[in-house]
């Protein structure tokens, strides 16, 4: 059993075109998260999502729109994309620990999504 | 916003050598967390350090969190081709909880068989 998925797993689309990535977990975990890699395999976070609220919003184009149904789904939705998208993007999942350092913290990855802008 | 340095970028090492990679945070963290991602695959949690000065080992790697919790090491030692891939540090800064880890950026693993 797949724990994190994502769908596609590629995505190659023309510039100015609108795109979503889905993300399900079966984990049980209550909050999800959106990363971004690049080409030197920097690994950003975009967003973190907690029971379906928006918790970490870095500094990403309003293009970009989480949307998270349910616990178990947070999906990226992409408005009029640009070569600069292009890039790896992976959806994670995890327990909350409310600030507990000791707490099961772990991040659990999914395969990923290469999005390539033409 | 908090950053993680991670040093080295890129390690080139002969089979069975030994391979350290560092990270360092100028504030302190809460608890900082180790992941391997395989060339073409996701990253994969290997270990979580929360105590000051913590040393962890899982079988060839000892991880190390330093006694200011400012910064930790990952050694591996003798390395395998199994070894290749990029190793990153994730720290999580007081006050933050869980749902923000700074990752650093990396460094990247060759092993020469």
């Known amino acids: 059993d797949t724990a994190v998925s994502q769908t596609p797993k590629y995505l190659v689309t023309q510039m100015g075109n609108d795109k979503s990535i889905k993300c399900e977990q079966n984990?049980?975990?209550?909050?999800m998260y959106w990363y971004k890699q690049d080409s030197k395999k920097f690994l950003k976070i975009m967003f973190s999502?907690?029971?379906?609220?928006?918790?970490i919003n870095e500094t990403v184009p309003n293009r970009f729109s989480p949307k998270s149904p349910d616990k178990a789904h947070l999906n990226l939705h992409i408005n009029s994309l640009e070569l600069g998208d292009s890039a790896v993007y992976f959806c994670?999942?995890?327990?909350?620990?409310?600030?507990?350092?000791?707490?099961?913290?772990?991040?659990?990855f999914g395969p990923g999504t290469r999005l390539t802008v033409l | 916003g908090q950053q993680v340095m991670q040093i080295p970028q890129y390690q080139h090492v002969q089979e069975g050598e030994d391979f350290t990679t560092y990270c360092n945070s100028s504030?302190?963290?809460?608890?900082i967390q180790w992941y391997k991602q395989r060339p073409g695959g996701h990253p994969v949690f290997l270990i979580q350090?929360?105590?000051?000065?913590e040393v962890k080992k899982q079988k060839r790697l000892t991880f190390q969190f330093g006694e200011a919790k400012k910064n930790s090491s990952l050694h591996i030692t003798a390395t395998q081709t199994t070894d290749v891939g990029t190793y990153f540090c994730?720290?999580?800064?007081?006050?933050?909880?869980?749902?923000?880890?700074?990752f650093g950026k990396g460094t990247k693993l060759s092993v020469i068989p």
């Open positions: 504030t302190t963290l809460s608890n």
């Open positions: 994670a999942s995890s327990h909350w620990s409310s600030g507990n350092p000791f707490g099961d913290n772990e991040q659990f």
């Open positions: 994730a720290g999580s800064h007081s006050g933050a909880g869980s749902y923000q880890l700074t």
């Open positions: 999502y907690n029971n379906k609220e928006l918790i």
């Open positions: 984990l049980g975990h209550d909050t």
């Open positions: 350090l929360v105590k000051s000065g």
